[in-house]
């Protein structure tokens, strides 16, 4: 059973991944990377997004929405046609899948409905119902300890939609407007005492 992280609030953003779900018929790209080709040392899509919308994620836990939302920015700017989704589009998906209601006559001031979502519920939903008029045909696990797959995911399909175990560390970090870097496993730095976050990524080099 996945239980849900707790989110804190910060400047600028508001974590809501839950912990992972495990579901044994998802695709594996480790199953097809034999006869993949080595990927280039580096690769920067981001270069060609004018923005990236908030998506209201510094006041709603949708970050699991509104990192495929940045994707499809990302697909639609590196083909030539930039397009971005609207507040309409990620809210609609985030009550969809999360069952977050805009207003809760309970709670005035805090939304008991806004819990986050699930990321392979997201991925689900994304390919059957659509984030927007946006569906994807498929999606593939990619194993995040090895450098090449995620390096190839990237460079084939231009984008992985990555899910963080934040430790307390990362908040401070963000709070001082430092790069999120990893400075113990233990402690204040231990994966998820922060809580758990959800990220488009789009680049690489040789580091």
Known sequence: MAVPTE???IPGKRLGKHERKIDPRTLELATYDAGLPMPPPSLTLSDKVPDWPLYMNDELGDCAIAAPAHEIEAWTANAG???SLTMHDVLVAYEE???YKPRDPKHPTHNSTDNGCIML?????WRHQGIGTDKITAYV?????????????LWLFGGVYLGLRLPATAQLQLEN???WTVVALVGKGE???WGGHAV???DYDEH
Request: proline fraction near 6%; aromatic fraction near 0%.
């Open 191 to 193: 994966p998820n005492s």
């Open 97 to 99: 899948v999360s069952g």
């Open 81 to 83: 046609r930039e397009r």
């Open 121 to 125: 519920d997201v991925l689900h939903h």
């Open 141 to 153: 696990l990619v194993s995040h300890t090895d450098t090449v797959q995620l390096q190839q995911a």
């Open 177 to 179: 407007k430092e790069p």
């Open 200 to 202: 488009n990524l789009v």
């Open 7 to 9: 989110k804190m609030v």
